[in-house]
């Protein structure tokens, strides 16, 4: 699936749940299917800095598409993660630098965190674009 694709199902997802404490709910849910990172890679570079809660994300090159790992400290941001990786995962570097980021609004995300997760949230999408722009300058090589 495109990145696109991937997002437009997410939304239609959220547009399910009436109110967002069931939103919050699903992003739970969602957080107890992310891949989970493996120990090593639990060092303070992969902390991504920002956040409130402790988020470690790690990425690693398949041929030219990123596999993440992620975890977190606190079962909120580990939903917000599962939902980024859920849409970044298994895509290539340029088709993540390329994406655009609309269907957090749609989901309304943003709007219904604290300040301090939204700061999160934006530093989690810098840092995962960070490491698609690494891993292309590596294909580019």
């Not at 800095?49 to 988020?55: A, E, I, L, N, R």
């Not at 580990?78 to 290539?92: C, T």
Request: aromatic residues 8%.
């Amino acid at each position: 699936m495109t990145i696109k694709e991937i997002q437009e199902e997410i939304v239609e997802e959220f547009t399910m749940f009436d109110d967002w404490m069931q939103r919050y709910e699903y992003m739970i849910e969602l957080g107890k299917s992310v891949p989970v990172i493996d120990d090593q890679y639990k060092t303070d570079s992969n902390l991504i800095k920002g956040c409130q809660s402790k988020v470690w994300l790690h990425s690693e090159l398949e041929g030219d598409k990123i596999r993440f790992s992620a975890d977190s400290d606190a079962i909120i941001t580990k939903g917000i993660v599962a939902v980024l990786l859920r849409v970044f995962n298994d895509q290539s570097p340029k088709d993540i630098l390329e994406a655009d980021m609309d269907f957090i609004d749609e989901i309304g995300l943003k709007e219904h965190l604290s300040p301090t997760r939204a700061n999160g949230l934006v530093s989690m999408i810098k840092q995962i674009k960070l490491y698609a722009l690494g891993m292309q300058s590596k294909l580019n090589a």
